[in-house]
Structures are given as C-alpha cells and as structure tokens.
C-alpha cells in the first residue's frame, strides 16, 4: 500500500523546488490547468444537445461555436508545448496520449509531463458492476481486483489517472449517483474506499500498470438535500465528520493520490473554495500530501453559488482554500496571473498547488516514461482473464431478494422471457461505462442461449410506458416460468438522474401484475442503479432477483443465478423503501423521542409499513445458516465477537456474518445500531464454522458536540447474523 509519506520524500521535494525556480508563472498556472474535449462541461456534446443547451441559455453564443467547431483536446499541442496546460481529462488512446507526453516532454521548455484522467468508475472497456452492485459483495478482494483491472486497461490506453473511487455516503435513493458509490453505511464504504483506492494503485504508482486514484466528491455530495443532484447539503459538522468524512479519511489512508472537490455547498459555502475542507481536515489534519482538483466546471459553478464576486474572484478564493487543479473552467488559466500582478494572491499560493500537481507526476514515474507501448491495449483490453473476473463480480454482485422456492430453476422448463431489458446488452454497461461497448456485453437472452436454454421472447413492455397486452399473452401462453427482465435504464441513474419517483418506470409493473393475473410463476430479474420502491412487483413475484446493472457479463451471470450454477451471496448495501416518499431511509439512524411503533404519536408515516421494502444487509441464498454459541469479549482493542455459523440447507454457500453494535446510554444519541465488523465464510452443505470478528475500539467513538472524538465506557448492544435485522445477541459493557 502506498503511503502519503511517499508524495513528498526529500528527493522529490528537491526536484520540485529546481522545476519552480526555472518555471515562469504562465508555465505554473498551466500545471493548474485541465481540460476536456468540449467548452462545454468537459464532455463530448452532440450538436443537437449544444443547440438545446444554447436555446435554454447554458451556454454562451460563444461557447456553442466552439464546440460545435470540435473542439478537441488532441489539437491542444501548441499550449502543451509552451507548457500552459498541465492535464487532460478525455483523452485516450496509446498513440495519440503518447504524441501528446512527447510533445509535452519533448518539445516543451521544461519538459513536464501530462496528467491524463478519466473517468474509470467501475473499468474501462471491461465493465465490471456499478459500484454500488458491486458493494453488494461485500468483497474487499473483488473490489480490489476490479479496481487493478480497470487500472491496467486503462494505463494500456495512455491514462495514467482515474476520477475514482467515488466514496459518497448515499442514503436518499432519489439521488442518481447513488450508483457510482458503496451505498449507505460508513463503515463498509470506508473498507471499500481503502480497497478500490488499493486496486487503482496498487504498491506504486509507477508501475506502469497503476494509476493514480481520486477520492470523490469532498464533501457530503451524496447528501444533496431531497436527492436532487447538486442541490445545497445543510448538515452538523458531527455528522459530516461520522458519517461522510470516514470514507476519505480511510481512501488518505490508504494513500489515494488525488481528491475532487464536489459540486455543493456545505451550509452555504462551495466546496470548490472551501478552505475548511482542503487546509485544515485534509492537509493539516489528515496529513494529505498528494493534489486536488475541482469537479468539471465547479470553479465557474461558484457564480451561480453566488458566493464570489466574478471568475477571478472564484479563482482567488478557490487557490487559497487548497484547490490545486481547476477541471476544465479555465478560471485559473484565465485569471491567476493578474490576481498575482495585483497582489491578491501570493507567488507561494501558486508554488504550493503546482507542488502538490508535480508530486503526482512524480509519483508516476511520468518523468522517467511517460509513455504507453502501444500494442499493449490490443492484448489487455477485455482479455478472456478480464471477462472471467467481470463474470465473477456480476455474480457475487446479485442480490437475491425473495424466492418461494422457485428458483434455481431447471433448464428444461418452458420459459419465457419478457421486459425491454431482457435483450437490451448496452444497458447492461450501467451509469460511466468508461469505454464499453453495448456490443461487449452480454443480454439476459444471449445468457440463455449460452447456458443452452430453450425460451420464446417477446420484449411486450418499453421502459417507458407502450405494453402490448396481446403479445404477452401470446409469449407466456405455454411457459410454466417467465423471467421478466425489468427495471431502470442506464440513463435514469448516475449524474444528472435524480428521480423523485422511484417506482418502476412506465407501466412494467402492470405487466407483472398481468402475469401474475395469468397464473404464471414469475421471477422478476431488476436492472436498476439504485434501490427501487417496488411492493407491488415483490408481491406479484415468486422471485425478485436484483441485477442491478453489472457489465459486460451480466446476461451470463444472471443465468448462472437463476440456474443455480452460483449460490447467490451477495447482501444489500442500500434501504429499499416501500414508498418513494420514504426517502431519505437508512437503518443507521438515531432513535428519536417517540420510536417507530403501530400506534400514533410515533415517528414514522401513517401510510407506509413501519420496516422498509428489504433492509440493509438483506439478501438470500438457496441454503440457510443458523447462529449459534454467541459471545462477546472485551480485548484491550475493542470486542471480539465470536460465533458458530452453520450451513443447514443442502448446497455450498457463501455467509456474510454482520456484526452491529448499539451504544446504550452516551452524551449524544447515538444510532439505534450500526455496522462494525463483518466478515464472509464460505460453508458447504452441513459445514460448521466458528468465526471471530473484532469491533475496534476506535470505532466505539463518536464526535461530542464541541467536536472533540471521544469515547463514553458503558455499555453496547451487539447483534450478530444475517443482515441489519440480525437479533441482539448480547450486551457488553466496555470501560
Ligand atoms: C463531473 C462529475 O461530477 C465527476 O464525478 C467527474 O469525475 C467529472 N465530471 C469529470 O468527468
């Protein structure tokens, strides 16, 4: 694991402080400087949306021309060579990344090589799950492994930087982005931050298989107010340090490179100039050493925060919080030079970012090589190794959320196949598919031909809203089974996706429910980025297998479910409520004055069932495990909690033993429970094992409301098992 230590080691340090005093301030400010391939948010514009974003004033008159002209980041060279851009955000490909190092190391003054990032959220051409699918492993190795994958294809293709992990704690599922991160719980996020940061870049950064990794968004982005994205995030500092910071906090640990600052306000100040954020928690208290850089455009969103006065006002205010790059607003480029000729910001505000820039290119090795072997990517990219772990992942990423006993399903029934996303292979790349193709990818129908199923398809129900009742009907005629393959499209999550219905799109609940009418045993296979409010379906179904959107592979791992070739282990990382209106929902919440309970004058809603859809942790398999010989012991490190585990049905199983602790009696209420250990045990059929998992002391503490972290002696609650409804198994008092 790389330490922080590593970025600013005394050689290093040496070699920066020679590279300032040779470079002049506009080749400073070019190291602060990223860009994208269009004017326009940093992205790829199709002209028809440009002419909508100009008819709706987006964008300027001027901004349309120049993006409508193609404006390219590779067609950059001129600035490159006079060293005026640091970093591009969208280029790739060997060839042109190498032509562009070369001119960059080569051909400029000083010879300082690119930055090249990209988004690559859960792999590059390889598609692994969404994130969020893939918490729901509770797999830190996997994760890790999917991370290293997506690192290697990726620096086959001349980047050498991703704008991943995403580690936002997500607990409104109206939220879009709730997809690209580990779902709600801090301390399984905090695991799988450390973990993906681990797999991005594994022991170097200059191994030439690695690359640099980004913490995103800082800070408490997924807590948008009402799940709408980039909305205002009014939290207590005693929550923003419990609940959201830790994932950071560990992905510094682990040594994650870069962080990007988020496009919200933390009560009603920007992050994108937020010196509280980047000075004190991160440099000074958390000993950060590499580089930070805004989100795409965020520096010139701060207009519309209306917290500064014009672009340079924002490019002062975000320079002194510790902004180090500015993605794509060019609000630095254009204004850091005059602010430094007035005196409103210091030569030593300049050095210091392009300090913290030039310890990551170090760190890259990108002045020793900063090129990529250019035959490499035909090798690597969606190698058969890279396909056999997508399948692993999409399989060990499956939530099975109900079965009356009707799955695993035989090969040699008659089955049907119905739903818009039963052959539809693209929408199984899910929200940032890096570089994957919908032709990579393999459907539901294209799974069954694999497994060498015989089924008749019909799609009989569009996402959004056409069912033809006369073609179902003719399709499930004759089957004993359907799989209906339902759910969201890729669109409806991720960035910019906020929904505030989160029930199944269009009328795909009326077709269950006309199946279910026809006496058909239906299994209902989701694809979805985030949890849905689906009662109705759950009911109608004799089982809901939840695919989420899961890569390249899906079609054959979802076979590899249904047909009982996989024990499905996977648990939920996520709420599922009942209603949309119950959002934001999460079981790690505080107790409150007057509990749920079926009587009046309690906190809950008096049309929604006190528990939600599925909770936290959930999801079954087609065996069962028992708990037994439960104890609790304290250690000078925290509780030690041991138990039995015993797989009591007749096939092999994967267990994921859930640990929650709940402290009794403290200064602040404190949540009625919360994960704190866990660990996965696989079982064959009769197999018993026994299981220590260790609650660390630190994790007892809490933040008081001076905001001092302290820990209170007393008692806690511990439960033990199967998901976040796992009984109390003991009480504890620790001193
Ligand atoms: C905006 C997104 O918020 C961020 O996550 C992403 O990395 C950048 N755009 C760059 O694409």
Known sequence: MISQKQYCNEEVSRKIDELLSQMTVDEKIGQLHQLGPSPVGGFEISLDELKKMLDAGAITQKEYEQSARGFKVDEREDEVRAGTIGSFLGLYGAEKCNRMQKVAVEESRLGIPLLLGFDVIHGLRTVFPIPLAESCSWDMEMAEKTAAVAAKESAAVGLNWTFAPMVDIARDARWGRIAEGAGEDTYLGSRFAEARVKGFQGESLADPENIAACAKHFVAYGAAIGGRDYNTVDMSLQTLYETYLPPFKAATDAGVATFMGAFNDLNGVPCSTNPFLYKTILRKDWGFNGMVVSDSMALQNCLDHATVADRADVARQALQAGMDMDMHSTCYHDFLKELLENGQISMEDIDTAVT?????????????????????????????????????????????????????????VKIAVVGALADNAEEMLGTWEGIGRGEDCISVTAGLQNAGVQFKFAPCCSLDGAFDEAELSATIKDADIVIACVGESKEDSGEASARCDITLPGRQDEMLAAIRAQGKKLVTVLFNGRPLAIPEAVENSDAVVEAWHLGVEAGNAVCDVLFGDYNPSARLTTTFPNHSGECPTYYNHLPTGKPAAEMKYTSKYIDAPLVPLFPFGYGLSYTEYAYSGLSANVTENGIDVTVTVKNVGAVDGEETVQVYVHDVLASRSRPVRELKAFGKVFLKAGEEKQITLSVARKDLEFYDMQLNRIFEAGDFEIFVGHDGTAPLSGEVAVE
Do not use: Q, W
Request: net charge positive; aromatic share 8%; charged share 30%.
């Open 356 to 412: 913290n820039v030039l310890r990551i290119k170090f760190a890259l090795g990108l002045f020793e090589n900063p090129y990529t072997d250019e035959f490499l990517a035909d090798k690597v990219i969606l190698c058969d190794e890279h396909r056999a772990l997508a399948r692993e992942s999409a399989k060990k990423s499956i939530v099975l959320l109900k079965n009356n006993g009707v799955l695993p399903l035989k090969k040699d």
